[in-house]
């Protein structure tokens, strides 16, 4: 582990590829519950963009997002490593290890090593990790046996590479050479190399005049356009995006027309509300971008389907959701609602399927996910694809937290989602149920209004509200839920009551005299 820093990027990858030869073993031994299989994760947000406008206490939040893995202890002999960048509660922990079907949550606890770095700087939790190899060798002893073990990380970065070669265990995700495949400029053309429907654009751009000339160009194709977005190559959840307003312009063509679109550039809508246009046109120019028309009709929407290409190169068709998106010009996500509406699911999955199987052509492993706008056109919706996102999303916990609870299966054909027993079962959630009120609450108090409403998950019915992202209630006023329905209407109904209630207790509290002394 120690010669690391010694290896070339070259030699690195050697390493990375052998052991990545492992996965397809490691993923077929993880059926068969052998005394000596383990998985380390590290949820490790290894996202440039994020870096400037987040705390430390939004990255341990995002990291504790992925505690429905928790729910895998209850196989009786895996053992998990679970890494953050500071320590989780452990209220919180109980939680999580309550919500375990069939399983003894001491059991489980005794097989479940919690590994905190004690950094709660806003950076990376794959970079604290290598800056300190000592722990990263306490982390790799903990491993009973690395030929049935495996890496789980968010996104998947050179530092995650350097991870598992440090670990000497293979990765459960994409190589990061294909990183290119997953930005918004690579996405376009896959789009167009495979025939999949997207928004007329124009790709691999860095300059004002670079932005300009593709505005100008767009306008000359389609001169009804009333607005386009900007969209960073890395951007994440839409924050990276920015809308510029058409309106109003020149005729295309006439001689005004340039200097008003790069007055109108200039003027653009951000959508992260922290980032002035300045500051996000330096972004754009060091890390490229695309402009698109902007996709707009009375009845429109935002779906994904989530995929999964196991190491055996099998495409798996997991999921598919509405976003619910907001921000300043309803571009940032939000949350979402699963399954998505059946009359375009089929559609969406049949171009979601097309590219899942050319990314793993491509020697792609792991879970992503294709975003795309549908609107309605008469009798049907017509989709077009928006971005691939190689990488676990939004929309993977809440999916893999009800999948992992009821052990039930999306089924494409009929776009709908059935446990062993038959019971269809729905899903609405949030990362961003957020109010003042809330930074009064702590997570034991959490915890009091789940047990004394009846919010939790209930396994007999497995219907129910698991909450995530706990640790940012206190500071942030911010908490993120997942509610389950046997229908859509009582997914939504568990979902707006569970906000109801826990806002409700919050606001009392802070309206409750004090206590006499």
């Known amino acids: 582990m120690s010669g690391l820093s010694a290896m070339s990027e070259a030699e690195r990858y050697e390493v990375f590829d052998r052991l990545q030869t492992r996965m397809a073993g490691v993923w077929d031994a993880m059926r068969r519950n052998h005394d000596d299989e383990s998985v380390v994760v590290v949820p490790s947000i290894t996202l440039d963009e994020l870096d400037a406008g987040w705390t430390g206490t939004d990255m341990q939040a995002y990291e504790e997002r992925f505690l429905f893995m928790l729910i895998l202890l209850r196989e009786p002999r895996l053992r998990m490593v679970y890494v953050t960048s500071m320590p989780i509660a452990p209220e919180t922990v109980e939680y999580y290890l309550a919500l375990l079907p069939g399983a003894i949550p001491s059991h489980a606890r005794a097989r479940l090593t919690l590994i905190s770095v004690n950094d709660a700087r806003p950076i990376s939790l794959s970079e604290k990790l290598l800056a300190r190899p000592r722990l990263l060798q306490r982390i790799a002893d903990l491993v009973p046996n690395r030929m049935r073990s495996h890496l789980v990380p968010y996104n998947t970065t050179e530092r995650e590479r350097d991870l598992a070669v440090s670990l000497g265990i293979p990765m459960y995700g994409p190589d990061p050479r294909l990183a290119p495949l997953g930005s918004k400029t690579g996405s376009r053309r896959l789009f167009a190399e495979l025939g999949v429907p997207h928004p007329l654009g124009i790709e691999n751009l860095h ?64 959508e992260s509300a922290s980032t002035p246009v300045d500051v996000y046109l330096a972004r754009f120019a060091a890390r490229g971008g695309i402009v698109e028309e902007r996709i707009v009709g009375e009845d429109l929407r935002s779906p994904s389907v989530q995929l999964r290409v196991s190491p055996r190169g099998e495409v798996e068709l997991m999921s598919t959701h509405d976003q619910l998106l907001g921000g300043a010009s309803g571009q940032t996500y939000l ?23 050319r990314l793993a052509a491509t020697g792609a492993i792991g879970r992503f996910a294709v975003d795309f706008v549908v609107v309605r056109d008469g009798a049907g919706w017509r989709a077009y694809a928006i971005e691939v996102n190689l990488r676990r999303g939004g929309t993977t916990h809440p999916f893999l937290t009800l999948q992992y609870l009821t052990d039930g299966r999306y089924d494409p054909d009929s776009a709908r989602f059935v446990t062993p027993l038959g019971q269809q079962k729905h899903l609405v959630a949030t990362d961003h149920f957020e109010a003042e009120a809330l930074k009064g609450l702590m997570p034991s108090d959490v915890f009091d209004i789940v047990a004394r409403h009846g919010l939790h998950f209930d396994q007999s019915r497995q219907v129910g509200v698991v909450f995530h992202m706990i640790s940012c209630l206190t500071e942030l006023g911010r908490l993120g839920l997942t509610a389950v329905g046997d229908t859509a209407e009582e997914a939504d109904r568990r979902y707006r009551d569970a906000c109801r209630i826990v806002l409700a ?13």
Request: with cysteine.
């Open 207 to 270: 300059t004002m005049d670079n932005l300009a000339d593709a505005v100008l160009g767009l306008r000359a194709q389609r001169p009804t356009m009333d607005s386009v977005i900007v969209k960073l190559n890395e951007g994440v959840s839409g924050t990276g995006n920015a809308v510029v307003r058409l309106k109003g312009l020149p005729t295309p063509g006439t001689p005004r027309e340039r200097d008003e679109v790069l007055q109108r550039i200039r003027e653009m809508d951000v």
């Open 335 to 357: 949350g979402c609602v699963f399954p998505a509406a059946p009359e375009y699911a089929r559609v969406i999955t049949t171009h979601a399927e097309t590219i899942g199987r």
């Open 505 to 517: 207790e919050a606001e009392q509290a802070l309206t409750e005299p004090p206590l006499p002394v």
